[in-house]
């Protein structure tokens, strides 16, 4: 199937009048949607911050650091703490090159953790999989979204997903973490990723997902080139005009920002993710995913504030 082919939804009344015109930061008005997860409805009427727990041995930046369940459940309840609105949990990294974990070893690294912060925590639970059975233990776990960064590739995981009234992160990418680096030639990076992700979007209408469940991501670093990167987060919110849903993103510590600041380690990334995280704010993102979820809350709550104000004419 060419995933180049599928026509694009209309855009919606409203991202149409949030178009800016070239050079200006468009206000950003309050009231842009809402995302129903299982029983409840997040309104996006201001930034959304989704704190990251991978519970691997080997994600690129906190890999091994919450493999035990009681370090977990402290992480997760620090980031509540911090104003995370929801925990993104990962069994799986998905690093450029990383090796495929199987479905048992991955549903067996996650459901535990899941079912404890089930009990310890009134955040709703993300689960970032892209393989449908994992995704069904998690949502038997408690999981109210599936974070599926393959965009539906696994045939069953749209099946899985629509029974349980889930919330459903559609991203980006092409290949798999193994091979996707070799797969950065587009003709226009905003407009094949928004026609590659209207591809999902119709995965996920075929299988009966009401669009209110999903949001949308770019991939930020999946398939990409550094230059790319940039030009999806100036471009998100034409993004969210073709397919006609809230867009979330996800920059933190990758590889572009080191790059752009020379060269910088993972863990030294959080203030240049602040960054990436403002400018896609001014951009159109609603969502962020993030490590460190303190920064993000500070400086998104701070931005969204002047944002919203409309620039006046002198
Ligand atoms: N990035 C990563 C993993 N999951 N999900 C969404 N929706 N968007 C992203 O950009 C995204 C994601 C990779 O980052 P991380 O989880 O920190 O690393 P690893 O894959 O090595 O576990």
């Known amino acids: ?5 599928a026509p694009l939804p209309a855009p919606s009344a409203r991202s149409i009048q949030a178009e800016s015109t ?10 842009t949607g809402h995302w129903r997860i299982r029983d409840r409805v997040m309104a996006l009427d201001r930034p959304v911050v989704m704190g990251i727990l991978n519970v691997t041995p080997d994600s690129f930046s ?10 977990a459940v402290r992480r997760a309840r620090e980031m509540a703490v911090q104003g995370a609105d929801l ?3 990962g ?9 495929e974990v199987s479905a048992d070893e991955e549903a067996a690294r ?9 009990d310890a925590l009134d955040l709703p639970l993300s689960v970032d999989t892209r393989k449908a059975t994992v995704a069904r233990e998690a949502l038997a776990a408690g999981a109210q979204v599936v974070n599926d960064v393959s965009g539906l590739a696994d045939e069953g995981m749209a099946d899985a997903v629509a029974p349980s009234g889930a919330g459903l992160v559609l991203m980006h990418m092409r290949g798999t973490p ?5 797969l950065t030639d587009y003709a226009d990076v905003v407009e094949d990723v928004a026609a590659e992700l209207s591809v999902s979007l119709a995965r996920a209408d075929a299988a009966g997902i009401a669009r209110e469940r999903v949001v949308l991501d770019p991939g930020i670093g999946f398939a990409k080139t550094a230059e790319q990167n940039l030009q999806l987060i100036a471009s998100l919110r034409r993004l969210e005009a073709r ?10 510590r990758k590889a572009f920002i080191g790059a752009l600041l020379g060269g910088v380690p993972a863990a030294e990334r959080d203030a240049g993710t602040v960054g990436a995280c403002v400018a896609g704010l001014a951009r159109g993102a609603r969502l962020f995913r993030v490590h460190d979820v303190r920064g993000a809350r500070q400086a998104l709550d701070v931005a969204w504030a002047v944002l919203r104000i409309p620039e006046r004419a002198p």
């Open 1 to 5: 199937m060419s995933l180049h082919s």
């Open 22 to 31: 070239p050079g200006s930061i468009p206000h950003l008005e309050a009231g």
């Open 62 to 71: 906190d890999g091994g650091r919450f493999l035990d369940l009681d370090d």
């Open 87 to 89: 925990i993104d949990l």
């Open 91 to 99: 069994g799986e990294s998905t690093r450029p090159g990383s090796a």
């Open 110 to 118: 996650v459901v535990p953790v899941l079912r404890a912060l089930r």
């Open 178 to 182: 193994a091979t996707m680096q070799g």
């Open 243 to 252: 397919l006609g849903r809230p867009v979330l993103l996800g920059a933190s």
